[in-house]
Nanobody, 129 residues
């Protein structure tokens, strides 16, 4: 089992920054890809970005590329999502997820929500204009 706990969400203004954290516990993370997803009211869950834990390689959705950065702290088993230049359309519940399998965090496969084995409870991010 893996437990994922997100934090760091909140209400900010357009142009502000936020950093989300996702603390993971349970299984080893030596062979895992982690992803960040978001879901706005009335919309499907959307891929934000992914990271391959073992080498730190990342991939981002076009909508956040250049504004969001995924990083990790191996010692703390913590995943981060640094969000800069936030826009009202970034408003959503943000989730971290863990995938155990042969694909990397940059693979097209791990851009799909149904690829992931474990999910956090989500943290709300609201960006006002």
């Amino acid at each position: 089992q893996v437990q994922l706990v997100e934090s760091g969400g909140g209400l900010v203004q357009a142009g502000d920054s936020l950093r989300l954290s996702c603390v993971a516990s349970g299984r080893t993370f030596s062979n895992v890809a982690m992803g960040w997803f978001r879901q706005a009211p009335g919309k499907e869950r959307e891929f934000v970005g992914g990271i391959t834990w073992i080498d730190g390689s990342t991939y981002y959705a076009d909508s956040v590329k250049g504004r969001f950065t995924i990083s990790k702290d191996n010692a703390k088993n913590t995943l981060y999502l640094q969000m800069d230049s936030l826009k009202p359309e970034d408003t959503a519940v943000y989730y971290c997820a863990a995938y155990y399998g042969p694909r990397s965090g940059t693979s097209p496969y791990t851009r799909r929500a149904n690829a992931y084995d474990y999910w956090g409870q989500g943290t709300q991010v609201t960006v006002s204009s």
